[in-house]
């Protein structure tokens, strides 16, 4: 459970990361990760043109719950299923550069009870992740 924490706190930060910081290499590959797992989950374009413009995604196919994992791993955050902590720590201060320090941690421990609704890793995480970004967007 510890680690399944741990897997799902790094997959929350890797979903809202605010590319904006980034450079442009930054960017671009990151970009280029976005759209390989775009086309190795076959997700339905209008979900993929969604991710390209850093919209949110309303009615997420299964695919779409998967979509993070697929992201974080090519990343580098998760290798099969162990986090990278410094990696994770380094995305996620990127990510919530705005955001101090306690006020994330405290959003990211009361999101847990998401982990608890969903009926597949990939839509655990999704809850997660959804939970999140709607605590750290606002």
């Not at 930060?13 to 671009?28: E, G, R, V």
């Not at 590959?29 to 390989?36: I, K, M, T």
């Not at 791993?73 to 550069?97: C, S, Y």
């Amino acid at each position: 459970m510890k680690l399944l924490f741990v897997l799902v706190t790094y997959l929350a930060f890797a979903s809202a990361y605010d590319i904006s910081a980034q450079s442009a290499t930054d960017l671009a590959a990151y970009r280029a990760q976005q759209q390989e797992c775009v086309k190795e989950l076959k997700l339905p374009t209008a979900e993929g043109t969604q991710i390209a413009s850093d919209k949110e995604v309303t009615n997420p196919s299964d695919a779409y719950k998967c979509y993070h994992n697929c992201l974080y791993k090519k990343m580098g955050l998760v290798t099969g299923d162990n986090p990278n902590n410094e990696a994770i720590l380094k995305f996620a201060q990127a990510r919530f550069n705005k955001v101090p320090l306690e006020k994330l941690k405290t959003e990211l421990k009361g999101c847990t009870a998401a982990m608890a609704k969903g009926a597949s890793t990939c839509e655990s995480i999704y809850n997660y992740e959804s939970c999140v970004v709607k605590a750290l967007k606002a």
